[in-house]
């Protein structure tokens, strides 16, 4: 079970690039998602090749997007921003970034979704040079003011074939999508696109005290887990379950047993 896992580093907030590497190889994790801030201040050839003796398989950079903004100056700046993003998964020899796209407040739903189109199309071509897939993330619609127009797995897929783009692709996240009253539908729409490329997991707490940082470990709360693995299985998707929980509950416990739980939670669901 282990090596079929991806850990995201913010899922191990406390620890460094490295320590994560580190730690996740012991367990005999096979993946990372690696987030741009747990890069900060990091040679990144050092890095790539601490993954390369580790074992490690880089699943993806986190993240790229947030295309919005009120003024061009402003969409200008994340395109310059998704650009230096290309270039750290160059630099580390990943060919996934995961897209938030973005929303700014004061424009409507459907100019925000206009300014991700244009902001996507404008770095597809570069990230096509370096062999990247652009991969739309689906936000709960309780993120849709400020932190991404597309709300749904519909949402994503629609944009995923208005666009045409032959890197471009989605990466799907249990939390944000879970409730969805046609999720099993557009999975296989998805997959049929040639669009599901990563799949993470964690849990909704219905009693959650953060809309931010109060997910579930697997287990600790509503979402149907095996099923909706069951139906992202039947496309005959292969890649990681991708542990991804932003949790300051977690954060302040002993990372080394909160690894622990997480392998252990995931054996207990999965089988």
């Given at each position: 079970m282990p090596a079929n896992l991806a850990i995201h580093?913010?899922?191990?907030?406390p620890w460094s690039i490295h320590e994560c590497i580190e730690h996740y190889a012991r367990r005999g994790i096979g993946g990372i998602s690696i987030w741009r801030e747990t890069l900060a201040g990091h040679d990144l050839?050092?890095?790539r090749q601490h993954l390369t003796d580790a074992g490690l398989q880089p699943v993806s950079l986190v993240r790229g997007g947030?295309?919005?903004g009120l003024t061009a100056e402003a969409r200008e700046k994340a395109i310059t921003s998704n650009l230096a993003a290309l270039a750290e998964c160059e630099a580390l020899g990943i060919d996934k970034i995961v897209?938030?796209?973005?929303?700014?407040?004061?424009?409507?739903p459907q100019v925000n979704r206009a300014q991700i189109a244009e902001g996507i199309a404008r770095i597809?071509?570069?990230?096509q040079e370096i062999g990247v897939r652009l991969l739309i993330e689906p936000l709960h619609p309780v993120y849709a003011g400020d932190?991404?127009?597309?709300?749904?797995l519909r949402d994503a897929n629609d944009l995923c074939a208005e666009l045409a783009l032959p890197n471009l692709g989605i990466a799907f996240d249990v939390y944000h999508v879970w409730h969805e009253m046609d999720l099993e539908a557009q999975i296989q729409r998805c997959a049929a696109g040639g669009w599901l490329d990563t799949y993470h997991i964690c849990d909704f707490k219905p009693?959650?005290?953060?809309l931010l940082l109060d997910r579930g470990l697997m287990g600790e709360g509503c979402i149907p887990?095996?099923?909706?693995?069951?139906?992202i299985h039947t496309t005959g998707f292969t890649g990681h379950r991708e542990v991804e929980i932003f949790s300051r509950k977690w954060w302040a416990e002993d990372q080394h047993r909160y690894l622990d739980r997480i392998v252990e939670s995931t054996r207990q669901i999965y089988g």
């Open positions: 580093t913010f899922t191990n907030k050839a050092k890095v947030f295309f919005t897209l938030v796209c973005g929303a700014t407040v004061g424009q409507s597809a071509p570069r990230a932190r991404s127009a597309i709300c749904s009693d959650q005290d953060h887990l095996k099923q909706i693995d069951d139906w």
